[in-house]
């Protein structure tokens, strides 16, 4: 299995998280968010156009397809087990809130925790008007490690704050402030990260900039081509394997 990517910190492969999980051996942590429900691809398709008329002076809503296929129960119920089984600690997955409950049945047996949340102050509104707007994420968080659960937010809330990514790369690419704050949280310097999911590589981004290692399966060539670009100019001047403090 030859990776598409691969530096001091960070291996990505190129290819199918279902049939590369189970060719990779043991990690600390799993972060990762995977494919919305059928229901999100529906309900969530509408955003500002950036223009507007005197109808809609804040914007026109209008209708952006995902560019993805919607994740399947028989998907989550066979990638949730391996992505437990894989973790000797942490698995925190995004999903809509509807869906916290199939992930959380899926990941068994690691023990479900909490479902935290990624609230969004610039948040899309029900264009709608009919009904509240959602505005926030969901994560769920199982553990997959022996004894009791551990990370470094003592008793705080896990409600997360970040702005959403303006031009981003992927349609639902995580803000870099939100995935380094999951983790400092939730992971140690030289601990494992793996995220089946990779997108456009935000995790590793994340992971690599706080002193983690991170293993990414993205089965799009060209996130994949995002991903490696991402990682090689944002750490183009650090040299001999040391994090610069003065990297943004």
Known sequence: MTPYYQDDAVTLYHGDCREILPMLGPVDHVITDPPYEAEA?????RAFSGRSNAAHPKGIAEERPLGFAAITDADRKLVGPLMAAKSRGWVLVFCQVEAAMLWREAMKPAKYVRTQIWRKP????QFTGDRPGMGYESIVSCWAGEGRSRWHGGGRHGVYEHMTVKAAAHQTQKPEALMSELVSLFTDPDHVILDPFG???TTAVAAKKLGRRCIVIERDEKHCETTAARLAIRFEHIE??????QIA
């Open 41 to 45: 691809h529906q309900l969530g398709r």
């Open 122 to 125: 610039d948040g899309a509104p």
């Open 199 to 201: 997108g456009s590589g």
């Open 240 to 245: 001999g394997g040391l994090f610069s403090d």
